[in-house]
């Protein structure tokens, strides 16, 4: 639902039907018009915020600021496809989500608190579903990003892109072919994270998140000795 939201607003701001300027309808609104949760709406700014062609104006809403999209850098070399690349990205995430964590755990406002929370119980139920979970558990990471009150975090991983969840890149359809105790046992970490955030305690966030990260180094690790 995140591609589809951020689908239909981005044809219409580039078809001109919200003029540069102008306010895209409320959050409030548009869970309202897609039967969709905040988060799922927040995503879907944020991609657009990605792209260069809305900003967040606190208090006021999201205006358009642009009617072309901006391209944006990306890593070169990056083959999510390739396990060993995986594992190169995961190291590098490691460096830069762990301490966002920490921060997360220190600056983050109540709102933000509740936004993590969300991003972590919509991926809860997913997994209850057996839907797909990849584009949620990016919205998680997305959102402890947003707890630094640092926009670089955010950027770092928007340039990344969602393969940065790598399971969806190995996968055709990772809803019918990531085991449910695997998905579990990474909800896990993330609930662990979460909370660690929640109750302000940095050593334990850094230590969740270093865990969650190393943990998934590992298990591709695994992964490519079997393959």
Known sequence: MVAKVSDDLRHTILSGRVPLGRKLPSEAALTGEYAVSRTVVREAIAQ???????????GAGVFVIATQAAGHPTLNGVDPSRISSIIEVLELRAAIEIEAAGLASQRRSPAQNEAIHEACEAIEVLIERGEATVEADFAFHLAITDGTNNARFRQFLEMLGRKVIPRGALQDD???????????????????????????????????????????QERYRRFQRRS
């Open 48 to 58: 657009l915020r990605s792209e260069g062609l809305v900003e967040s104006r606190q």
């Open 174 to 216: 990772a809803s019918e072919r990531t085991p449910a105790d695997y998905l579990r046992q990474i909800q896990t970490e993330h609930r662990l994270i979460a909370d660690a955030i929640s109750e302000r305690d940095e050593a334990a966030a850094r230590a969740a998140m270093r865990q969650h990260l190393q943990g998934s």
